[in-house]
Each structure stands twice: as structure tokens, then as C-alpha cells.
T-cell receptor, first 113, second 113 residues
Framework: NAGVTQTPKFQVLKTGQSMTLQCAQD?????MYWYRQDPGMGLRLIYY???????DKGEVPNGYNVSRLNKREFSLRLESAAPSQTSVYFC????????????FGSGTQLSVL | GNSVTQMEGPVTLSEEAFLTINCTYT??????LFWYVQYPGEGLQLLLK?????DKGSNKGFEATYRKETTSFHLEKGSVQVSDSAVYFC????????????FGTGTQLKVEL
């Protein structure tokens, strides 16, 4: 089972460039999430999608946009990358709002120069 | 607001030593509590959980007890192995909060022979 798949695994951008991080899950989960992980700060929620067709802001949404393309896929877009967005990004999914176990992808390491 | 505080790492132990990683929380309401583990190069995985006061979560020799009176959820293992080397995250989820988890900053554990 693939679980949660994120692409790319590594990316280097210049300030001002744009890019999209892709995430797909094959577990028929309803809810999907994007987190960023920074040293000394743990994981912080950027955006989430409780179900297909809905998206909501998390703790740190500024500078990001998301698209829930279908039930399987949830993408994260940086329109104009900034050095402050250098981080490791994790996508996660779960069956529904009452299921507490999150399944995580292996992460995307992004550096913005 | 809701928050989780973990002891700072890294924690370095010899194999077969006793492990405690402290976690305390602040929350409005009655949260569910979790420990997630992140092995090198991977995403987070649920290790154990407890959903109400005095519950004990356990898995793979790890245990944690939900202590409402001290707002704590300390992780323990009686005898660690080199394979337990990882980063451990404490997290909380509020009842009615969907699956939006609030994570601590993580504690790195290194186990040496």
C-alpha cells in the first residue's frame, strides 16, 4: 500500500519563484492536511480539507494556497516563495473528523534562497 | 490557546535504559492526547493515544497515562533499543475540533549500544 505520497522530495527555489507541492492518498480518506515542520517549533498546520470540495486555513496559512482537486489529491501552492518558507512540508490524511489517526507522507524538504 | 510543551532534546541513552519523555499540555475543554514518532527520513506515525483522564495508551513497549490533575502525558519505556532512536512528538486534539492536532516541538531520542 502506497498510503500518502508526496512529490517532490526535495526542492530548491529562488525568492519569488512559484511551485506546487503534490499530495495523493490511496486510502479513500475524507480529510487531508498540510503541515510544515521547523526546528524548535514542531509541526504547524497550514491548511486542511475536511472533505472533498472544502478547504480551511490552519495556524500559518499566509503565503500559501491549496486545492482539493478530488478526494485523493490535495496540493499546496507557493505563489511567490520567500526564505521564511524554507521548511519540511508534510501532507497527512485521515478517514474523517472522528478518526484521530493521521497518516503522514514522507515529506518535502524545501529551501528558498 | 491550546499548546503542548515537551522536554528538549536530544535525549541520549544506552540500550536497555529506562526512558521518560515529559509532555504537558494547556487546553480549553477535554482533549485527546497522542504520541507520534518520526523515524529518520520518514513521516510521523501514531505511536499511542489516550482519549480521557486516567486512560493509559500503550504500543511497542511504550506507555503514557493521561493525567488530568497534572495536565501531563509523559511517555515511558522500560528498556529502550537502538531501533527506538527517533523524534517523538506529543500532540492534543480537542473534542469537536475535527482532526486538527496541536503538536509539541518534538524530542529527539538517541539510543547507543
Amino acid at each position: 500500500n502506497a498510503g500518502v505520497t508526496q512529490t517532490p522530495k526535495f526542492q530548491v527555489l529562488k525568492t519569488g519563484q512559484s511551485m506546487t507541492l503534490q499530495c495523493a492518498q490511496d486510502m479513500n480518506h475524507n480529510s487531508m492536511y498540510w503541515y510544515r515542520q521547523d526546528p524548535g517549533m514542531g509541526l504547524r498546520l497550514i491548511y486542511y480539507s475536511a472533505s472533498e470540495g472544502t478547504t480551511d486555513k490552519g495556524e500559518v496559512p499566509n503565503g500559501y494556497n491549496v486545492s482539493r482537486l478530488n478526494k485523493r489529491e490535495f496540493s499546496l501552492r507557493l505563489e511567490s516563495a520567500a526564505p521564511s518558507q524554507t521548511s519540511v512540508y508534510f501532507c497527512a490524511s485521515t478517514q474523517g473528523t472522528t478518526n484521530e489517526k493521521l497518516f503522514f507522507g514522507s515529506g518535502t524538504q524545501l529551501s528558498v534562497l | 490557546g491550546n499548546s503542548v510543551t515537551q522536554m528538549e532534546g536530544p535525549v541520549t541513552l544506552s540500550e536497555e535504559a529506562f526512558l521518560t519523555i515529559n509532555c504537558t499540555y494547556t487546553a480549553t475543554g477535554y482533549p485527546s492526547l497522542f504520541w507520534y514518532v518520526q523515524y529518520p527520513g520518514e513521516g510521523l506515525q501514531l505511536l499511542l493515544k489516550a482519549t480521557k483522564a486516567d486512560d493509559k495508551g500503550s504500543n511497542k513497549g511504550f506507555e503514557a497515562t493521561y493525567r488530568k490533575e497534572t495536565t501531563s502525558f509523559h511517555l515511558e519505556k522500560g528498556s529502550v533499543q537502538v531501533s527506538d532512536s527517533a523524534v517523538y512528538f506529543c500532540a492534543l486534539r480537542l473534542t469537536g475540533g475535527g482532526n486538527k492536532l496541536t503538536f509539541g516541538t518534538g524530542t529527539q531520542l538517541k539510543v547507543e549500544l
